[in-house]
């Protein structure tokens, strides 16, 4: 049975109300071993139908239909060496922190981490032309991104996450902020001035992957679609 003809089963329950709104559903393995499929299959099938909106996934708190079901949107990571270089400026990349550290303590508590867990912290300018475009604060689950896999020298943990961890879920939240002193050496602009943030945390179904602050130049413009 593929991933498709388990989504199908599946909405047909929600729909039949077999399985009805606000429900707790069977775990993944209990549908895979009533369909005769691997638990895989049921994994892919059932965050299909959470990306589509009809099933709440919580971590640790099982799968429930949602009580009213909404279109959601799909927001696409984007490599940030594309974005520039796609305004047609030249891109540049600078690596100026890389090493393991404590993470604070109400990051921790977001990522399910015991206080005093050290991660490794990767900070990283990038620019468009001669002129800082974004400061990339990265903090990385070192399992699943250990230093001597993957390299920063050269290219951004932005653009080695996007082509090489595939994630499955995680929290985004955009704000305007003042540049303090240190930002606004980084950005090249005057202290105080208003900047744009963009934070983000992923997750694979197990764990989660990284935790980041984006922070982009006065200036910048988030373009996105709905599809």
């Known amino acids: 049975m593929t991933w498709q003809s388990v989504r199908a089963e599946a909405l047909r329950r ?3 109300r077999e399985w009805p709104p ?3 559903i069977p775990k993944e393995a209990e549908i895979a071993e009533e369909l ?3 638990r895989a299959t049921v994994n892919r099938a059932l965050r299909d139908l959470a990306e589509a909106g009809y099933l709440d996934r919580r971590r640790k708190g099982g799968t429930r239909v949602t009580e009213t079901p909404v279109r959601r949107a ?3 990571i984007a490599i940030i060496r594309h974005e520039v270089e796609q305004s047609g400026a030249s891109y540049g990349y600078a690596l100026l922190v890389d090493r393991m550290e404590r993470l604070p303590e109400d990051l921790a508590a977001l990522l399910d981490q015991p206080p005093g867990t050290r991660w490794r912290r990767v900070i990283a300018l990038h620019s468009a032309g001669k002129r800082p475009f974004c ?3 990265r903090w990385l689950n070192p399992v699943l991104v250990p230093q001597k896999r993957a390299d920063f020298t050269a290219s951004s943990a932005n653009e080695w996450l996007v082509r090489n961890v595939p994630f499955t ?4 939240s955009f704000q305007a902020r003042k540049a303090d002193t240190a930002l606004a050496s980084r950005l090249g602009c005057a202290r105080g001035n208003a900047v744009f943030a963009v934070e983000r ?3 694979t179904d197990d764990a989660a992957v990284t935790a980041v602050t984006l922070t982009y130049a006065p200036g910048y413009r988030l373009t996105t679609t709905l599809g």
């Open 14 to 16: 929600i729909r039949t």
């Open 22 to 24: 606000g429900a707790l």
């Open 36 to 38: 005769g499929c691997a």
């Open 74 to 76: 799909v927001f696409d």
């Open 135 to 137: 400061l990339e604060d």
């Open 169 to 172: 879920g995680g929290e985004l």
């Open 201 to 203: 945390i992923t997750r």
